[in-house]
């Protein structure tokens, strides 16, 4: 198993992949909090090394320095080397690679966490690469009107699919692809939201925002949506509101944004995972709440 550890202090100097094997997996998972012994001491060690971690007893292996490395796409050195966003997975299908951002462009690392190339510059900082979830070679990324993809194993970029009718479409920078990974939820001109699937190459139902601020979308494990509204409060257009994947409105699911993502609960059901630290009436105080979607109940996790 392979996941992404940070330490805030050194977020933006490098990025750490702590590599859990299947010999001697550790988990915590008692209900405490644990937090690093040496928050503001600590000093990593040189690319290539490796620690264990002393509150979760796991391997962390360091596999960048941007003040080392550097930049590709201008002068001197990297001043931060990270993953894309946090609500998005960096590793492939089969996790053999891992997607890394130098700064303004992407970068390619072998699942031991040793860098392999740069991707064309055309996979930018605002082109919002997604992994494919059924081929380990093939990345997804917008560019400007365009849904395109880009071929590792070949290095050919090509046309998914033009939206004519934008002159550009976003994610607004958060959402991945669906869990079933053919389907895509995108606005038009920063606008027009609608969910393309990509099997059928088809566009479902627009809705118009009309004007109003949002901060993000993002799509659901079943492919509905959610619009992330700059307002809060408990009208329409206001706070964390779900669609269904035709943008018909279902339900208000919190009163305000925060850091957040979707995922299946045990029994399968879908749940968003939200910071409520901005809700004005929250069920526990700066907490992460699990929201259901099908009712919008909270359940205060931590």
């Known amino acids: ?17 702590v590599l859990a094997t299947a010999l001697a997996p550790r988990v915590v998972a008692d209900g405490s909090v644990s937090v690093p012994l040496d928050y503001f001491t600590f000093l990593p060690p040189a690319v290539g090394g490796s620690y264990t971690d002393a509150a979760f ?10 003040l080392g490395t550097a930049d590709a796409a201008g002068s001197g050195n990297l001043t931060f080397i990270t993953g894309e966003y946090s609500t998005m ?3 492939n299908d089969d996790n053999s690679r891992i997607l890394i951002g130098h700064q303004s462009y992407f970068t390619i690392y072998d699942a031991s966490g040793n860098f ?14 997604r992994w494919s979830r059924s081929d380990a070679n093939l990345i997804y990324y ?6 395109k993809q880009y071929n590792l194993a070949t290095d050919a970029m090509s046309v998914v699919h ?21 389907h895509f939820v995108f606005a038009g001109d920063g606008r027009f939201v609608f969910v393309y699937e990509i099997g059928a190459d088809s566009k479902g ?29 408990t009208s329409r257009y206001s706070g964390i509101e779900l669609f269904n994947r035709n943008m018909v409105f279902q339900r208000q699911l919190t009163t ?26 929250p069920i526990c105080d700066n907490a992460i709440t699990k929201v259901r979607l099908s009712d919008g109940q909270q359940t205060c996790l931590l």
């Open 205 to 233: 139902p627009v809705f118009d925002t009309a004007g109003r601020g949002f901060d993000s979308l993002y799509i659901t494990p079943n492919d509905n949506v959610s619009i992330t509204w700059l307002q809060t409060g």
């Open 256 to 281: 305000s944004g925060g850091h957040m993502d979707y995922t299946r609960d045990l029994n399968g059901d879908e749940v968003l995972i939200w910071t409520n630290a901005n809700d004005s009436h």
């Open 89 to 91: 997975s960096p590793f």
């Open 142 to 147: 917008v560019h400007g009107n365009q849904l």
């Open 162 to 182: 033009t939206f004519s009718e934008y002159s550009f479409i976003t994610g607004k920078g958060e959402s991945d692809i669906c869990f079933d990974g053919n």
């Open 116 to 129: 392999q190339k740069n991707l064309p510059f055309e996979l930018h900082a605002s082109s919002e690469p």
């Open 57 to 66: 007893g796991t391997s962390i292996k360091r596999i960048s320095n941007a």
């Open 1 to 17: 198993m392979t996941k992404f550890c940070y330490r805030s202090a050194y977020a933006r100097l490098s990025l750490w992949a």
